[in-house]
């Protein structure tokens, strides 16, 4: 995701009426999505001479990179590894034309109030960015259209279908007083979001002719959609580096929103202050041409493990640079210290004697003597009883009462012992268990007045199973 | 063994995979910036990672029923398994993190973290099923695998914010381990279509979900149920010692015990042929007794 979070901003051109600034290279992106399956991180630089037209034809070798974790020095240049050219790639740009629809776009570029419909500011910037739509072609780029004022309205998302945008673009006509405030900062919010599902380079095309003027400000009323929220310019930057988006505004006439050159700068834009219909002509497809002209340069970082590294490049020569950085952060964290790494170390023998102490666990163990255990408990009570040489009575609970198991002439509970449905467990003369019981006794879910018990012998007492244990196998 | 005591086991090697899981990806991390790049550094820590929890949280199967050579069958096959899908859920779950910090404000970086522990959980607790080659067991293991990763990594990521990196990588690790092998137990345990529990013998009380199409009864210990103690005078024969006993089967809803030949298999006090078992079935196979208990 190109992340442009931290910027030099003295050495970026600012433009008035054009392309102003020195010969240099401006780094306008970083891409470090792929950078777990490739193992690279892909920058974008635009390299501008002294009249602030793109330097073409440079190669790989004629570019260096250096990053560091943020707030450390930056390390030893690095080599290029990928290289490539804006305009040499096939996946297109993709640009959201978003145009200021609010009350004062309604007058005239001068800023002069009724001016014929096709020479208001809204009607120019729509004749611009007609104009950049025909200019777009049969190429791959995509485009979209926004309009906003007090709320934000998407005319058409992103797509290479120009006869659409331009018939959406449609005729412009004046807000009602309602919706003729400037959510600004929102409506680059809305923008950016917009573009989240879009492959590739994209670019946020913003055209206004004033400032943040927020309806919930002013009014005192809910927003229709943002209720009681008042979008302030981090809202926007934040916004369009969660995206990766490049914002380029069009500030028109002398009433100028000041954060609008700060956030343009910080995600690797330009801020260009217009003030006729002559400056305008053909901005749109500069913008295009400057995108066009980035170079694309992957490099190989090193795994440091820091949550952000800053990453900057450099021209042979020493020219000028700007640092930005990207999320370069590991699943497990940050990187550990001799320290933690020693004292991980005892988590060793602590497994070991866990697997030491499971090994020696004996969940059950056999009966040394015969013995009667109750399989699935219901309620309290005896779970296993030795049985004696007399009978051992099983009194099966009823209603979800447990079955007590005990040796004739205690009480088996509730004077129950002597019905029919108690079973007796004796050993006969010849040394081998049986179950027996007036109503029949079920021994292996096979039902007979008597049973000889083998061991494992499951006995049904009402709700219960008992198991018969031989106590010598 | 009542099922909460069956889970001791897999609850205390998770816990002993993940402390060794965390001892292993803390050298690694330490020796970070010695790896050529990202990728090499992923696949380690995932393959570490993978191996050792995928080593250490098989043994509870052949722990629970004291069988040596179940435990070195379940470290070499949790060991590879683990390396692979480890190594593979790291991947991606870097891929992830790598697109999603790219798209969240850096205060929630630390939630991007998550898809990565549950990837990794998954990927872990599926290769416990890998090891049956039962896809029941995969998936059933996978799942229990994706809610311990999600316990475990969101732990992680909770206690990492509120104390320093390594207490919260350890605490974390050591809940993702256990989450993940105690989770994929249950959810093993969960599918299956019953249980056979048995009643005499050595392994006496220890419960054995049937939560694979095919089942293996036997002596020998690489079977799912491996029969010990004295046969008495019940039927041992060739078949019964050096082979499988008895197959229980998944067939279309039903659960079939099926003897082998030369094996004396009793269902309820009769000797058995292919037979589709019922609640409460009791079961005797080579001198062991069983009770079968349908899932309800």
Redesign the interface.
Known sequence: MKRLISFIPVLFMLFTGGFLGADDIALSGVDSRLMAVTGTVNLYAVVTDSSGQPVKNLTAEDFMVRDAPMGEALGDPQPVVNFSVAGERRDGLVFMMLIDDSGSMYDGPDGRSSPSPDRTRAALARREARRFLDELGTSMDRAGLALFGTRYRILAGPRTDRATLIERLGVSSPPESEEAYTELYAAIVEAASSMSSQKGRRIVILFSDGENYPYTEHTGRSHPDYREKNHIPDDALKALHEEGVTLYAVRFGSNRDDDLARIAMSTGGVVFDVDGEEELSGLYSSIRKRVLAEYRLGYRPGPTGAEETSVMVELKGGQSTIELTYPSGFVFGLPSSRTQALLSLLAIPFALALIFILARIRIAKSADAPSLERLRPVGGGQLTVVLETGKTVISPGVAGEPTLISSEGKKAGDGKAGSSSTIVVEKGKDGRWRASSGEGVVVNNRKSDATVLENGDVIRAGEELIVFDDGES | ?NES?SS??SL??G???G??A??G???I??Q??A?P??????LS?GATAGLLLGA?AP??EG?RQ?QPRKIISGIIVGSLTGVLFGALG??A???I???M??????SE?AFA?IP??II?GTAVGGASGLRSRSLRRIVAGATGGFIGGLIGGAAAELL?GMTS??Y???SGMLLWGTAVAFLADRMESRRARGRL?V????L???SFPVNQKNFTIARSGSADLTLL??P?AAATTEAAATGAAAQVHLKKGTVVLEPSENVKVEI??EKAEATELRY???I?VDG??L?YEAKR
Do not use: C
């Open positions: 063994m005591r001791l086991y205390l090697t816990l002993a995979g402390a060794a965390w001892a990806i803390e050298i991390l330490w970070a910036p790896f790049d990202v990728r090499v550094l992923t820590l250490v043994m509870a722990l004291n790291m991947a779950g870097q891929l993190l790598s697109l910090a790219g798209t969240a404000a850096i970086a973290r990565g522990w990794l990492t990196g390594i919260g990588r350890a529990t009643l005499t013998g050595p006496k009380g220890r103690g004295d008495g309820n006090g409460d079935d009791v005797k062991v007794t009770i």
